[in-house]
């Protein structure tokens, strides 16, 4: 970020009882611009975390006939080969969609709707479903389709021209899909608020630019002045420098009422690695922030069985 200091990361990213060690670092390790692929973590904890949350907001979303529109800021690809290239070389996926893609009608996967409905969504797009482990993972935008209805509308965004182009490729033909080569931030000026005036707004960064964060919030505040009904959920990891802290004590002192924090770890906190991810929802539609209290807590032990934990809290309430 241009003229942020070391010191000024420090203050504003960090936790406070991680600032020492992070005094001790080499100077050489400070936050940079980090080179981002989707397809080494497709599928893993933190996708599979984040895609049932959207299949839960999306099946709130559709008990009412209005039709809705989905926008993905930041889509991706349409869907990613998990036993070849980036994905097969990072193996995160394993411990993603390989725990339970096992589920096959067992607990809890046959008590929790969403999850059943998710999977069901994932293996259709496996040419082979009956296999021990899957070979296809589907991107946001690829699940939130199956999950849409035919008076729905998907507003899709990608920058980077490979990915934009399988995604095209992936949405040809389909006439309630608009796929476009462009910034997802400045997008959502363009095309909020929807004529529709129901819907629901996934920002997913890659978190690879260092004011990340800061277009992130500058950017969740300004659609919702737009559109004030709008449901919008935006992705953020947690790791070490994690910028969680700062985004919430953001939205604390913005004004905004009704968000909701989902947040799923598959480990303490430590120095190197994601350790989980979260989620802001700001307007949760009906019984939602129910649904993932209920459920969370048993996805995260399914994730990781000794360590697994889940948070689902009001950060903001009505
Ligand atoms: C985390 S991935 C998206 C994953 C996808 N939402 C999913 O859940 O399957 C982030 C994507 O955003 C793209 N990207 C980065 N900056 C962007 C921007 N300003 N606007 C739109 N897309 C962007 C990257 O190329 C990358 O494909």
Known sequence: MTGTTRE????RML??????AYNRLPSYDIPEPMNYRHAYHAGNFADVTKHLILTALLAAL????????????HAGRYSYKLQ?????????WRDGIGRLWAAKGSTPANEWPELTRYLQAVREINPEPARDLPTDYPGSSQLARALLRPTDRLILCETEAEEYQHLKMGFANDPQTAVHQRDGYEALKAFLPPAERRGLVLIDPPFEETN???RLLASLLASHERWPTGVFAAWYPLAYRTPANSLHRSLINSGLRRILKVELTTGPER??????????IINPPWGVAETL?????TLATRLAPKEGRAQVAWLVPE
């Open 15 to 20: 936790p406070r009882h991680h600032k020492s």
């Open 8 to 11: 000024d990361y420090t203050r």
């Open 62 to 73: 559709s008990r009412k006939d209005k039709p809705m529109v989905y926008m993905d800021t």
């Open 212 to 214: 990340e964060t800061d």
């Open 271 to 280: 120095l190197y690695g994601l350790y989980g991810s979260g989620m802001i």
């Open 84 to 92: 070849e290239g980036a994905a097969a070389k990072a193996s995160e």
């Open 293 to 297: 209290t209920k459920w969370l807590p």
